[in-house]
């Protein structure tokens, strides 16, 4: 067990929150005087991705005008690409390391960051998922998805006009990860009430109102528009805060991001994390007895897709992938653990569902 949740088998846990959040147009100019106002130094190791350095580094480093900075490539969401940036940030004598780019690159800076004891800076350029804020790192090993446990970003830099020149299917995909709270918080109180799991309310009722102020909003998250872009992100920063309340994922994750790494091992390569995670939420509303056809037509609101197939996941990929879940995190108790649906059941759920 992490870090954190270590705290769980104890009468309290650890809550680690970041000490200051920047969400505007134009925050990458103003990166260097946010970074001195709470008094984070250079030199600065850059961790981005070909790409973003090449559409927005100069915009970076001008924002950062006055500081060292050494640019570290990041390709691949693994342990071992944080230790080369760990290992170059501190040959450099690095004070700060700022993840510079999409989810991977935030998740393997917390990770460099977390080795060397150093504050991290989120810089994210897009709007996919809620790791731009959260305790947690998302990893492969061997193709094998993992988390790890580290400390939340020190702080949160979003330029809301870098990020709304991203893809849009990367808003479709944070948008699914945030509907993914509807159950995943029924998950965790399931977790409370079977098996003991310690529930915190407050970080529950925090992620839970993350998914229903996107849901009422998807239209103009459909529309990429001002608004739409601002509710998406304040969101994703609200649902990975809660995270660092909870000191555990639990009420961001839960059957239906098992679900999901479950397909990113049996089908990878085919869709987003968010577009599985959201509609693998609308099987599991299904199953705890929620309005599943209001997450589904939610989805279909904001651009989502509203079928695997549109992934191109075949049915046969699915319903391995829902027997599968459980054994992802056997310690995580969900209601895929509750019910262990054979094959006809999973099969079944996704065909009333109308997911296939």
Not at 110 to 133: C, E, R, W, Y
Not at 208 to 215: E, G, L, P, T
Not at 217 to 239: F, Q, T
Request: glycine share 10%; charged share 25%; net charge neutral.
């Amino acid at each position: 067990m992490g870090r954190l949740e270590e705290g769980f088998q104890r009468s309290g846990h650890l809550m680690e929150l970041p000490h200051a959040v920047y969400v505007g147009d134009g925050a990458l100019a103003e990166l260097g005087n946010l970074l001195r106002n709470q008094s984070l130094h250079g030199p600065i190791c850059i961790a981005t991705g070909p790409h973003v350095r090449k559409l927005l580094g100069e915009n970076l480093a001008k924002g950062l005008k006055g500081y060292e900075l050494k640019w570290v490539e990041v390709n691949f969401p693994t342990e071992e690409a944080a230790n080369e940036v760990a290992e170059k940030a501190k040959g450099m004598g690095a004070m700060t390391i700022v993840g510079f780019g999409g989810g991977k690159t935030i998740d393997v800076s917390k990770v460099a960051a977390q080795f060397l004891n150093l504050p991290m800076v989120s810089v994210p350029t897009s709007a996919s998922h809620d790791g731009i804020s959260s305790p947690f790192a998302s990893l492969r090993d061997s193709n094998k998805p993992y988390s790890k446990i580290t400390r939340p970003p020190y702080i949160i830099a979003v330029d809301l006009e870098v990020i709304s020149k991203a893809p849009s299917r990367l808003f479709r995909g944070g948008f699914g990860d945030l509907v993914a709270k509807v159950t995943s918080v029924k998950d965790w109180e399931l977790a409370r009430d079977e098996v003991k799991e310690y529930y915190g309310d407050y970080a529950a009722s925090l992620a839970a109102m993350s998914a229903k102020h996107v849901m009422e909003r998807a239209d103009d998250i459909r529309e990429v528009s001002k608004e739409g872009v601002r509710a998406l992100i304040e969101a994703l920063i609200s649902s990975g805060v809660a995270a660092g309340i909870a000191g555990s994922s639990r009420p961001c994750s839960g059957s239906e991001h098992l679900i999901s790494h479950a397909l990113e091992l049996i089908a990878p390569g085919l869709g987003l994390h968010g577009e599985k995670t959201g509609l693998s939420t609308v099987m599991m509303a299904e199953l705890h007895g929620l309005d599943w056809q209001d997450v589904k037509r939610s989805l279909e609101r904001a651009g989502c897709p509203t079928k695997f197939s549109q992934l191109g996941i075949t049915e046969e990929q699915l319903v391995d992938a829902i027997v599968r879940a459980p054994s992802i995190r056997p310690e995580r108790y969900t209601i895929l653990h509750k019910l262990n649906l054979d094959r006809n059941e999973a099969r079944s759920l996704a065909r009333r569902t109308n997911v296939i």
